[in-house]
């Protein structure tokens, strides 16, 4: 069966210094993976994809994500993170019949 | 892209009454999918709506207590029925193009 994880319920950085949202998954075949982000009573915002390709995706908001294969895992990153970065993240991946399955949700606190 | 209206955008309904949630998108789409995220939740799939055809609905969720419709390529409503505390929940829809999944803003529903 199609899973994903998100490790960590949260995640702390300074503003500044780089970022990594961790998530693996599970798939029978080749993933299509999802990065969102979930900004404080508004929806979901699509981020970044992966379907094939560069393993380096880039993203909205300067955001991007590596594809690994061998570790299955899909980690969202940012070189400087910002405050307004603050949000919720769900990785995502596309089961059968295009529904999407989400890991739990990371929460990304960004201080000054 | 595609950009995606619900109504309403919040509701405070009182047990045993039902709620119609209304999904408009601004393009024709294929396939709509509604999502349930409870609260401090991930988002869990409801059910994925063709036109012209009926809803699929995922493990643990029935049409009596999800009654679906999708009249056209741009339209769907979701209805919660015999409402119950615990269908306190943001519910949104969703479309995808080309391989993303793109979400309203969802509907805040409180069940009292």
């Known amino acids: 069966a199609q899973s994903v994880a998100q490790p960590e319920d949260q995640v702390n950085v300074a503003e500044g210094n780089p970022l990594t949202v961790k998530c693996t998954y599970s798939v029978s075949g080749n993933p299509y993976l999802f990065w969102y982000v979930q900004y404080p009573n508004r929806g979901l915002q699509f981020l970044l994809k992966?379907?094939?390709?560069?393993?380096l995706v880039k993203g909205s908001y300067g955001f991007e994500a590596e594809f690994n294969k061998s570790q299955t895992s899909f980690h969202l990153k940012k070189p400087s993170a910002l405050v307004s970065d603050s949000a919720l993240y769900f990785c995502?991946?596309?089961?059968?019949?295009?529904?999407?399955?989400f890991g739990a949700g990371t929460r990304l606190a960004v201080h000054p | 892209s595609a950009v995606i209206s619900q109504k309403p955008s919040r509701d405070i309904c009182q047990r045993g009454t039902s709620l119609t949630i209304q999904c408009q998108v601004d393009?024709?789409?294929?396939?709509m999918f509604w999502y349930r995220q409870q609260p401090g939740q991930s988002l869990t799939l409801i059910a994925t709506?063709?036109?012209?055809?009926?809803?699929?609905?995922e493990s643990g969720f029935v049409i009596d207590k999800f009654p679906i419709s999708r009249p056209n390529l741009t339209f769907s409503t979701l209805t919660v029925s015999n409402l119950s505390p615990e269908d306190s929940s943001i519910y949104l829809c969703?479309?995808?193009?080309?391989?993303?999944?793109?979400f309203g803003p969802g509907t805040r529903l409180t069940v009292t």
């Open positions: 709506a063709n036109q012209g055809s009926e809803a699929t609905y």
């Open positions: 969703s479309v995808e193009t080309s391989y993303e999944q793109y």
């Open positions: 992966y379907i094939t390709g560069d393993n």
């Open positions: 393009s024709q789409v294929t396939m």
């Open positions: 995502a991946v596309r089961g059968g019949y295009n529904k999407l399955i």
